[in-house]
């Protein structure tokens, strides 16, 4: 039975903990310092955690109509997976030991960086007709009258959890913003999207605050296509996504869509057939995300957060539990923690995940491990998926993988042409000096691991901590 009290949530301190997979019964000790960054005095700081009531009343109206043969019904993107989510981050204890954010709505010239102002304004426009109950703009993106509010304010959450972590006051952050963003592209919206949270927040971080490389890790289980299409032409920006092949947007997120122009080369796209499970991906950011990262060597990494590819979710056909995600979240703290570019700076941005009963558990542990902390909560479900059927690497997973690692020439060659060594120093006053060898061969150590829970948690965190 989960415990709600403050007592349920201690730090990795000098404790143990029991583990949520299949040897939930064993217990084993676990890093002895929150330590997650390499920044100095990053321990004394919280992680941030950032929601807004009126993010929970965004309403895309129902799902299905009367001319579709069976009883509309809720809609997917419905209130209760954010909801029950932050819920449970309460309950368990652990928001007590976050750093609460307010968002602010995002001005309509920060909009302006990601969108046009012709869909900008089509928005407004919307928003302010009462004549209707619900607007649509765009595929499958629904809002009500006032929906452009919310959708500013949702864009601007991401925009102040991102500055929270560069001005320092907190170490790392999670956005739980709504609606969504990562459909959203420059003219349209589209997947529930209004406006590209993610993308607005790292034009944001480029253009306010003179950061010059920031990249974004996409692991929700349908193609960022609107983050990719808004920097498909910007050097600036790499954007990695790891997604199920010809899902949402049907015929988009090709392993062969890289960027555009100048762009070519950062953007990453990785397809994996239907049915992966914890082996491809954490193959994807072993053999793709980590030498991708270390070869860019960004200096803020921004991760769009969707919880659909876990086994339960009606709108995607992945097999994760949320410990595949606590293990995403460590590899990325760990290139953030030991890269002198990134200073530790992590920010994750909530968008998909329709599963109302596993989405808090997957949500609950990049929280956590955000925060160097474990409640007591355990994910009754581990044991079930963990023990699935091929979660191994399958050999068509790993063709797909292998035709990502392809491009990874092409990166290396986007980097070489904007005055940079692949995992060295920069010729920027910005650059903050080199990937160092060890840094390399640290991230292989965690990310080739990947034995269950034992490498999504407790082993990768060692590594991460040294300890
Ligand atoms: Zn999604």
Not at 88 to 107: C, F, I, M
Not at 312 to 317: A, K, R, T, V, Y
Request: aromatic share 8%; charged share 15%; proline share 6%.
């Amino acid at each position: 039975m989960m415990r709600v009290s403050q007592r349920a949530l201690h730090t990795c301190s000098h404790a143990t903990v029991s583990t949520s997979s299949s040897r939930r019964t064993s217990r084993r000790p676990v890093c002895a310092k929150a330590t997650l960054h390499g920044s100095s005095g990053a321990q004394d700081r919280k992680t941030g955690y950032l929601f807004h009531e009126l993010y929970f009343w965004h309403e895309p109206g129902p799902w299905g109509n009367l001319k579709n043969y069976v009883q509309p019904t809720r809609h997917p993107e419905h209130v209760e997976t954010k909801r029950r989510l932050h819920n449970l981050v309460s309950v368990s204890g652990l928001l007590d030991q976050l750093h609460v954010l307010k968002p602010r709505p995002a001005t309509e010239s920060e909009l302006l960086r990601a969108h046009t102002p012709d869909y900008v304004h089509a928005v407004q426009a919307m928003s302010a007709d009462n004549s209707k109950a619900v607007h649509c703009v765009g595929d499958e993106s629904h809002f009500m009258p006032g929906g452009y509010d919310l959708a500013a304010l949702a864009a601007g959450g991401a925009i102040t959890a991102m500055e929270n972590v560069l001005d320092g006051s907190v170490r790392n952050a999670y956005a739980l913003c709504r609606p969504p963003g990562h459909h959203a592209e420059p003219g349209m919206g589209g997947g529930y999207c209004l406006f590209n949270n993610v993308a607005i927040a790292a034009l944001h971080a480029l253009e306010q605050h003179q950061l010059e490389r920031v990249a974004i890790v996409d692991f929700d289980v349908h193609h960022g296509n609107g983050t990719q299409a808004i920097f498909a032409e910007d050097p600036r920006v790499l954007f990695i996504s790891v997604h199920q092949a010809g899902n949402y947007p049907l015929f988009s997120g090709d392993v062969s869509e890289i960027g555009q122009g100048p762009g070519v080369g950062t953007t990453l796209n990785v397809p994996l057939p239907p049915g992966s499970g914890r082996g491809a991906y954490r193959a994807v950011f072993d053999r793709v995300v980590a030498p991708a990262l270390d070869m860019f060597g960004p200096q803020l990494v921004l991760v769009s957060a969707g919880f659909d590819a876990s086994y339960m979710d009606p709108l995607g056909h992945m097999m994760l539990g949320s410990e595949d995600y606590r293990y995403f979240t460590a590899a990325l703290q760990q290139h953030a923690a030991t890269s002198p570019h990134c200073q530790g700076r992590v920010v994750a941005v909530h968008e998909g995940g329709y599963s109302e009963q596993y989405v808090p558990f997957c949500g609950l542990a990049v929280i956590e491990q955000l925060a160097g902390l474990r409640t007591k909560v355990q994910d009754p479900y581990w044991e079930d998926v963990y023990n699935f059927a091929y979660q191994e690497l399958q050999p068509h997973q790993d063709a797909c993988i292998k035709a990502a690692e392809q491009n990874l020439e092409a990166l290396r060659q986007a980097v070489l042409r904007s005055g940079r060594q692949p995992g060295g120093s920069s010729s920027s006053s910005n650059g903050n000096g080199s990937i160092k060898a060890k840094h390399a061969a640290g991230a292989a150590g965690v990310l080739s691991s990947s034995k269950g829970a034992a490498a999504g948690t407790g082993a990768g965190q060692a590594a991460i901590h040294g300890c």
